[in-house]
């Protein structure tokens, strides 16, 4: 039996987009912020997704966003780094 580290990983789904956050996301202030959006009318909010790479998605009254978490198998270069990003779209 391998010892294998794992880590959490949160999915953020917007509209039935999926993105999942880089390590090092506050969730709890990502839904606040989400919230916040909600009831201003449309605000973007932006966080930062596996590979490092900056996101904002525009969150109105009418915007569905779903977040869950799973553990996965530890990826030491996925840092939240947004100055480092890796990989391409696939490299997940």
């Given at each position: 039996?391998?010892?294998?580290?794992?880590?959490?990983?949160?999915?953020?789904?917007?509209?039935?987009?999926?993105?999942?956050l880089?390590?090092?996301?506050?969730?709890?202030?990502?839904?606040?912020?989400?919230?916040?959006?909600?009831r201003?009318?449309?605000?973007?909010v932006?966080?930062?997704v596996?590979?490092?790479?900056?996101?904002?998605?525009?969150?109105?009254?009418?915007?569905?966003?779903?977040?869950?978490?799973?553990?996965?198998?530890?990826?030491?270069?996925?840092n939240?780094?947004?100055?480092?990003?890796?990989?391409?779209?696939?490299?997940?």
């Open positions: 039996m391998t010892d294998t580290q794992t880590m959490v990983r949160t999915e953020v789904q917007v509209n039935g987009d999926s993105y999942l880089a390590q090092g996301q506050d969730v709890d202030d990502l839904r606040r912020q989400i919230e916040q959006a909600a201003a009318g449309a605000t973007f932006e966080f930062i596996v590979g490092n790479r900056a996101t904002s998605v525009l969150i109105t009254s009418h915007t569905q966003v779903v977040i869950s978490s799973q553990a996965v198998q530890f990826d030491a270069r996925d939240g780094d947004g100055e480092e990003p890796f990989g391409g779209f696939f490299d997940f």
